[in-house]
C-alpha cells in the first residue's frame, strides 16, 4: 500500500463516499480511512424504528439516486444502510475500514499533509476532511445529580421502548430526535415526560403535496448560506420536528398530551428527589406552531404568485392547552426510571493541527474551502445548502471540491505535455 497519495478522504460516510466517487470520476488517485464500517452511525446510533423525514427521492448520492420503487415514502434504519452499502459497491472506492486517524498536519518544508493513523503514517497533497459535525454527545452537568438506579443515555444510544419495567421516562429535548423518541416510546405504552424545548415543528403535507416537494419547488434546497436570511447563524438552528413514520406525518406534541404524555418546560435543575422546570411549555408550544404556520404561509404565498391550482386546508386549530403551569414533580413519585437526554453533540476537531479553526472549535471555510491551500470539509450542516450535511446535497458539495482539487492539481503538477509545450514556444 503507497504512503503517499494525492487527496486523502478522512471518513466513508455518505460525504467520503460521495467525495470518492467525484475523484474517481475524474481520474484522481486517494484513499478513504473510515474508522468503523461504511454505515455505520446509521446501523450504530439510530433506533430500530428510526426512519428518515425527507421523502426518498431526495436521496441523490452522486451517480447513485435512490433505486427504489418508493420515491415518496421514508427509508427505514435498515433500507439507509443497504442504500449507503449498495452505493459503495457501485463503484468501489478505495476504502481502508477500521482505520483511525489520530492527527493531520501540514509539513510545510515538504508542502504536504501528513496523515497518522492506526496502520500507519501517509502522506497527501490534498486533504478532505468527511467525519460530520456530530461527535461527542452532550450531557448537563444536572445529569450527575440522578441516583444510580435511574437508567441514563443520549439519544445516539436509544434502541428501543424496551426500558426498565414499566416505569415512566423522562425525554429531554424536543429535536427531530427528542420528538421522534418520545413518540416512539408513547406509542409502546411508556408513560412519557417530555421536556419541551424551543425547536420548531414542520407540516408534514400541505395543500396536497409533502411540505417537502412544495419546498423544493420554492427553490428552498438551492439556498447557499450566504443567501439566507440568518447567514451561518443557520448552521447552529436546530431542525424541524416531524416524522416520516408510517409513512410520513406530523408530530403534534398536543396531541400526545390529549392521549396521556406529561409535557413540561425545559428542564431548569434537578434538587434531591424534585424535576424543576421553566415556566416556558405554552411559550414554547406556541413558537412551534408559528413556525409551522408560517411555512404554510409561505407556501401559500408560492401558490398564489404561480398561480397554481392546489387544494385548501382548514386551518390548523390547537387541540389542547396547558391549563396549569407544573414547574417542578417528584421523580420518585412519578415512578421515572430512565433519562434519554436528546440534546445534541459537541463537535471535536482537536486531532486536525492545522489552523483553520474559530473560537468555538467550528472550521473557517468558504462552501468547504478553507484558508490552508489542499485542505477541505465536507459534509457540515450548512456547509453550502441546507442538504450540505444530507443525501440530498452533498453531491453538489462533493462535484464542487472535487474540481477545486483537480484545479489545485493541475497548477501544482503541471502535465508533460505543458512542460515539453512551454519549452518548444520559448516561455
Not at 439507509?80 to 475500514?97: H, L
Not at 483511525?100 to 515538504?110: I, L
Request: proline share 6%; with cysteine; hydrophobic share 35%.
Amino acid at each position: 500500500m503507497s504512503a503517499h497519495y494525492s487527496v486523502v478522504i478522512v471518513g466513508g460516510g455518505q460525504a467520503g463516499l460521495s467525495m470518492s466517487y467525484c475523484l474517481k470520476e475524474r481520474g484522481i488517485d486517494h484513499i478513504v480511512f473510515e474508522k468503523n464500517q461504511i454505515g455505520h452511525s446509521w446501523r450504530t446510533h439510530r433506533w430500530d424504528t428510526f426512519c428518515l423525514v425527507t421523502p426518498n427521492w431526495q436521496c441523490q448520492l452522486p451517480g447513485y439516486p435512490y433505486p427504489g420503487n418508493d420515491p415518496n415514502g421514508f427509508m427505514q434504519k435498515d433500507e439507509i444502510v443497504k442504500y449507503i452499502e449498495d452505493y459503495a459497491a457501485s463503484f468501489d472506492p478505495p476504502i481502508k475500514e477500521g482505520v483511525a486517524v489520530s492527527k493531520v498536519r501540514k509539513n510545510e518544508a515538504r508542502n504536504v499533509f501528513e496523515v497518522t493513523t492506526s496502520i500507519g503514517d501517509f502522506t497527501a497533497d490534498q486533504v478532505v476532511i468527511a467525519v460530520g459535525g456530530y461527535h461527542t454527545p452532550k450531557l448537563p452537568k444536572m445529569a450527575e445529580r440522578l441516583p444510580e438506579d435511574i437508567v441514563q443515555i443520549h439519544s445516539s444510544q436509544y434502541k428501543t421502548p424496551d426500558l426498565p419495567g414499566d416505569r415512566a421516562v423522562l425525554v429531554v429535548g424536543t429535536g427531530q430526535s427528542g420528538c421522534q423518541i418520545a413518540e416512539d416510546l408513547h406509542l409502546a405504552g411508556k408513560q412519557v415526560h417530555l421536556c419541551v424545548g424551543s425547536a420548531p415543528r414542520s407540516p408534514r403535507r400541505y395543500r396536497g403535496k409533502d411540505v417537502v416537494e412544495w419546498l423544493d419547488q420554492m427553490g428552498y434546497y438551492d439556498l447557499s448560506i450566504d443567501d439566507h436570511p440568518q447567514k451561518e447563524k443557520a448552521r447552529t438552528n436546530t431542525n424541524h420536528y416531524v416524522t416520516g413514520r408510517d409513512g410520513g406525518r406530523e408530530i403534534d406534541l398536543r396531541q400526545f398530551a390529549l392521549e396521556g404524555m406529561q409535557l413540561h418546560g425545559r428542564l431548569k435543575a434537578i434538587a434531591k428527589t424534585k424535576l424543576e422546570f421553566f415556566d416556558d411549555l405554552k411559550q414554547n408550544l406556541d413558537g412551534a406552531d408559528a413556525v409551522a404556520e408560517n411555512i404554510k404561509k409561505t407556501i401559500d404565498g408560492f401558490i398564489e404568485k404561480n398561480q397554481i391550482e392546489a387544494p385548501s386546508d382548514p386551518p390548523y386549530k390547537p387541540v389542547w392547552e396547558p391549563t396549569a403551569s407544573i414547574l417542578e414533580i417528584d421523580y420518585i413519585q412519578a415512578n421515572i426510571g430512565a433519562v434519554i437526554w436528546s440534546t445534541g453533540f459537541h463537535s471535536d476537531f482537536s486531532w486536525i493541527e492545522i489552523p483553520v479553526f474559530d473560537g468555538k472549535g467550528y472550521p473557517g471555510h468558504k462552501r468547504g474551502v478553507t484558508d490552508v491551500g489542499g485542505f477541505y470539509f465536507l459534509g457540515l450542516p450548512w456547509l453550502y445548502t441546507w442538504g450540505s450535511g444530507r443525501f440530498s446535497g452533498v453531491a453538489r458539495d462533493a462535484s464542487y471540491l472535487a474540481e477545486r482539487i483537480v484545479a489545485r492539481k493541475k497548477v501544482a503538477y503541471p502535465s508533460a505535455w505543458s512542460v515539453v509545450n512551454e519549452f518548444l514556444l520559448g516561455s
